[in-house]
């Protein structure tokens, strides 16, 4: 009898223990950029999505950042691979292009038409979007500069994603955050860019946590007794 209790309390014990041992999703940040955002010629720990992982852990945000960098990418170049960036199937994405456009003096139409397909395909996979906006040095002409700003603030109201100001505002020209190229910036630097994008992607990350919370939560079955 002892041995018939115990089988049945091991049997009726199986699906609750299975369902509480089903592994979650894993949550995922998809940093898409170029070489801001791929850290070059630092170490990848010093990389500024490094340093957003150790500020996840801190906040207990079940996250894990994938650094998607390309030194030297554009947009047009971004948009080639962005299935690679779909594949990890994330939540989020800091998207982090167009500097390298600018330079180049690409027409800012075609710049935005780029952006506008790599947000408008993170969307249709139901990733999140933060957008990281950029400026143009004035060496293709003030108007160029002006419609390159507002590029940026456009396409955030248009989709109605987030938008980082310029991440490198406060880092440009000051020694202690650039690398000796005078561009990109050091492994602090780095840090500073972290915590500028970490202000918006930390409240834009627990609203995700959330909402992933709410689709996989099982509905609570009515009691029959």
């Known amino acids: 009898m002892f041995f018939a209790v115990l089988l049945f309390a091991l049997i009726a014990a199986l ?35 490094a340093v957003i992982q150790q500020k996840l852990n801190a906040a207990g945000l079940p996250f894990t950042i994938v650094n998607q960098g390309i030194s030297g990418d554009t947009t047009a170049g971004a948009l080639r691979r962005i299935d690679r960036a779909l594949e990890l199937k994330p939540q989020i994405a800091v998207v982090e292009l167009g500097v390298n456009d600018g330079l180049r003096g690409v027409p800012v139409p075609q710049i935005r038409a780029n952006l506008e397909k790599i947000i408008a395909a993170f969307r249709d996979n139901d990733v999140d979007v933060l957008l990281c906006g950029m400026e143009a040095l004035p060496f293709n002409g003030w108007q160029y500069t002006i419609e390159f700003h507002r590029m940026y603030e456009e396409l955030a109201a248009k989709y109605d994603v987030p938008l980082v100001p ?4 406060g880092v440009l020209g000051n020694p202690d955050l650039i690398s000796d190229d005078g561009v990109h910036p050091n492994a602090a630097g780095a840090r500073y860019i972290a915590g500028t994008i970490w202000e918006y ?15 996989t939560a099982e509905p609570t079955k009515p009691d029959t007794h």
């Not at 894993?26 to 010093?46: N, W, Y």
């Not at 310029?166 to 505002?169: K, L, Q, T």
């Open 15 to 49: 699906p609750a223990e299975a369902a509480g041992s089903k592994a979650a999703a894993p949550l995922k940040i998809v940093a898409f950029g170029d070489s801001l955002t791929s850290g070059h010629r630092l170490p990848q720990k010093d990389a500024y999505p």
């Open 201 to 215: 992607l930390e409240p834009f990350a627990r609203r995700t946590l959330e909402r992933a919370n709410l689709r």
């Open 166 to 169: 310029f991440v490198m505002n």
